[in-house]
């Protein structure tokens, strides 16, 4: 799958320039605190309903009495796990109850069982960071009894840990995998930043190529005139190095996809249609909104030159510019006007 590695080797790649520069979630100052931002203790502490620092240690905790009893899986009750933590003088926490509950995957009558106010989409196995996980609630219980007994894996609870902490700082980790709405604000504006900041990046690298280029520019900037709002703003806006040519680009920072269901729903986002909701209304989807902005400015193309200092109107092409390989990439985009599409890493080669 070339897609897959590509996303593999610029991980890589990142993480390689990464390393060494940030100071590790583990890693706490002298005085016994993680050395984190107030916002990000504040989501970290609604969600677990505990401090930080107990959170991030209960990995360390679990595999402490998984040593002292010398087994690689424990098989316990809530209460006791929560009774052995309170008796571990370097663990920093006493009352361990709300948050040991929020980690615990509970058990149903049957698979169908939807008692508890879940639905079919927290329980399918083909979508990642749903609601009932392993990896979102790391303590399996293994009977519906008010204080469970548990099936305790060390290893997931510190991937757990590290996945959700990274998730949560990253901005990465959505939709209904957050319990508490200040851990679900604090996520979407952590992907709200990376969103802007992967424009800026963008932008950084067309003006290495010699374009000029701007980010988050208004149609009405453009053209000195009153646009309407919901034509929305144009991500970067670049212009070649000839001045023959303006491209209206979309910059996303996408993640990977990693399932069917989750090609599926990319695919669905990025059609270049638009729908008609219950109450009449036009809903134009995400490619449908960008390709939209591309045919309003270039039936306005002569309102560019004096903003932009064109001596002749322009052409004007649309760009979808993605982080990583999208499923929209390989299929569909090349059959829509102004359906081209672009990796940052292999920006150079592009024909601007």
Not at 142 to 158: F, G
Not at 295 to 317: M, V, Y
Not at 321 to 327: E, L, T
Request: proline share 3%; charged share 30%; net charge negative.
């Amino acid at each position: 799958m070339p897609a897959a590695r590509q996303a593999a080797q610029t991980n890589w790649n990142r993480a390689g320039d990464e390393y060494g520069r940030a100071r590790p979630l583990q890693e706490q100052s002298s005085n016994g605190r993680l050395p984190i931002d107030d916002e990000f203790r504040s989501a970290i502490e609604a969600e677990y309903n505990a401090s930080a620092e107990a959170f991030v240690d209960l990995q360390y905790g679990v595999l402490q009495i998984a040593e002292a009893r010398d087994v690689g899986i424990l098989l316990m009750r809530r209460t006791e796990l929560a009774r052995e933590l309170r008796a571990n003088k370097s663990y920093p926490a006493d009352d361990t109850a709300a948050m040991l509950k929020r980690l615990t995957l509970s058990s149903r009558n049957s698979w169908h069982d939807f008692s508890s106010g879940l639905t079919a989409a927290d329980l399918d196995l083909g979508r990642f960071d749903r609601r009932c996980s392993l990896i979102n609630r790391p303590f399996l219980a293994l009977d519906m009894d008010d204080d469970p007994l548990l099936l305790v894996s060390p290893i997931l609870v510190s991937d757990a840990t590290m996945y959700a902490l990274s998730g949560l700082r990253d901005g990465t980790l959505q939709n209904q995998f957050w319990t508490s709405d200040i851990a679900k604000s604090y996520v979407g504006k952590r992907a709200e930043e990376a969103g802007l900041a992967f424009e800026e990046r963008v932008a950084e690298r067309l003006r290495s190529l010699g374009l000029r280029a701007w980010t988050r520019v208004k149609l009405s900037w453009i053209l000195n005139a009153k646009v309407e709002q919901t034509l929305g703003d144009i991500d970067v806006l670049a212009v070649s190095t000839d001045s023959l040519r303006v491209w209206v680009i979309e910059a996303k920072d996408l993640r990977f996809c990693r399932t069917e269901a989750e090609v599926s729903a990319r695919l669905s986002e990025y059609r270049g249609q638009i729908e008609i909701d219950a109450k009449g209304r036009e809903k134009p989807d995400k490619m449908a909104r960008h390709i939209r902005r591309v045919q309003f400015l270039r039936a306005r193309n002569d309102g560019t030159c004096a903003r932009l200092q064109l001596s002749t109107p322009p052409e004007i092409h649309g760009l979808l510019i993605v982080d990583s390989p999208q499923p929209m990439n390989f299929y569909m985009l090349d059959k829509l006007e102004d359906g081209q599409s672009t990796f940052l890493e292999g920006i150079e080669t592009f024909k601007f």
